[in-house]
């Protein structure tokens, strides 16, 4: 981010996408052990671990949305910047904010229809097949991490409009 920016960015919401970032990591050494486990369990003891799928996949969910909103306030996303140079500074300001309002949108919607599940998993109890492990925590991970996700897009909308610069 340019130092105009960068001052104009709460430190607050720095803390507040480090927070989840950090619990996607423990979840991240987790998931590593775990898989680690499951490898010599089932190759060297002829014991698989019942179940190990559903908890990789619920756990891969909860990394992927808690770090989200750290990658969002860091613009660590993935970018192509092949015609950065042919469309221009305008062009530029103006890509980076339609993403950002497109994705701000999207989110949104994904956060409500997430909302929405939660929701039912909880009402209805809705478990796992193998381990009966309950759902609804990780809609409730998926609703944090898009929704605070959304409100730094907002942000960035904000500095990019108050600013007159992309984000860098």
Request: glycine share 6%; with cysteine; charged share 15%.
């Amino acid at each position: 981010m340019s130092p105009i920016s960068k001052k104009a960015w709460p430190a607050l919401v720095d803390r507040a996408t480090l927070a989840p970032a950090a619990l996607a990591g423990l979840f991240l050494l987790f998931l590593v052990g775990l898989v680690f486990v499951a490898v010599l369990l089932r190759y060297v003891a002829q014991s698989p671990i019942l179940g190990i799928n559903e908890i990789v996949q619920l756990v891969a969910v909860a990394i992927v949305m808690l770090a989200l909103p750290w990658c969002t306030d860091r613009n660590g996303h993935v970018r192509a910047d092949v015609f950065d140079s042919a469309i221009g500074r305008a062009g530029r300001f103006s890509g980076d904010l339609f993403s950002r309002c497109v994705s701000t949108f999207v989110l949104s919607v994904l956060v409500y229809r997430s909302w929405l599940k939660l929701l039912d998993a909880r009402e209805f109890e809705d478990v796992t097949n193998m381990l009966s492990l309950p759902i609804w925590p990780f809609y409730g991970m998926m609703v944090a991490g898009m929704g605070l996700c959304v409100f730094v897009m907002v942000l960035q909308i904000a500095v990019i409009l108050m600013t007159g610069e992309e984000m860098k």
